[in-house]
């Protein structure tokens, strides 16, 4: 099996998930450009745009100016308030159509739902496999793969690790969903208590894996709403001005 040198693990985090690319531009500047990449949801979105060889300006700007809600993609027939099926049409121009053709090989997360197991994606259709594993329940439709229904990766895996562990001699991880701790005036509503309650259980799954990555970059990104596009750009600042801070070009990895 190949060795990559360098493979990186992206989280899911919703728009969030422009941390990211200060992440990456960040182990870019130290000549550090991961040879493989794991993604669930918008780690996976982000991922795949790196992955196709798309620059930093190229991907905010995408993901800045595409609504995530667009009112033609409300269908009351499906089970989600947004047919996910609908926004196909708005990757595939920036996108290419396979896993193969990406110049980064990229692994991606997507819950099966009829089985209850993550799927892990790696070949064949990309845009499928991308809107699967970005389909948050209740918000986006379940999409369907052969005839199975899929939602968002980060319902069973929200840091695919173990998908590239063996393949990289080494790994650097960036996760969204460091919880931190909060003031009680900030659990103060049943949104907000409900909102905590999911962090908590998402981080308490995720945190053993980072022991099997170099290092983790735990982003505590609270302030910033799941869905607030206008943020995005500083979302971006702050995910580049945290990965400088603790990604220093004296960081030695293991072999080459």
């Known amino acids: 099996m190949k060795k990559y040198n360098l493979g990186v693990v992206l989280s899911g985090g919703s728009v969030r998930g422009s941390a990211h690319l200060g992440f990456l531009k960040r182990l870019e500047e130290l000549h550090h450009k991961p040879e493989i990449i794991a993604g669930t949801s918008a780690g996976a979105m982000i991922g795949a745009f790196y992955a196709a060889g798309k620059s930093f300006e190229e991907i905010l700007n995408f993901f800045k100016t595409t609504p995530l809600f667009r009112y033609n993609s409300i269908n009351p027939l499906k089970i989600g308030i947004f047919d996910t099926d609908k926004y196909e049409s708005v990757i595939k121009d920036f996108l290419p159509n396979t896993f193969e053709e990406l110049e980064i090989p990229l692994v991606i997360c997507a819950t099966n739902v009829l089985n209850g197991q993550a799927t892990y994606f790696s070949s064949g259709d990309l845009h499928r496999a991308l809107l699967a594993s970005c389909a948050i329940p209740l918000i986006f439709a379940p ?52 909102t905590r309650a999911n962090q908590l259980l998402m981080y308490s799954a995720a945190k053993y894996k980072f022991e099997k990555t170099n290092f983790t970059l735990e982003y505590q990104l609270q302030e910033y709403g799941y869905f607030d596009q206008k943020k995005m750009e500083e979302i971006y600042n702050v995910g580049y001005d945290f990965a400088s801070k603790h990604i220093k070009a004296e960081v030695l990895f293991e072999a080459n």
């Open 143 to 194: 999409v369907e793969i052969n005839g199975v229904p899929y939602i968002d990766g980060g319902v069973l895996d929200n840091f695919p690790v173990e998908q590239i562990q063996h393949k990289c001699h080494n790994i650097i991880g960036s996760y969204l969903g460091n919880p931190g701790i909060v003031d009680k005036n900030e659990i103060n509503s049943k949104l907000k208590i409900t």
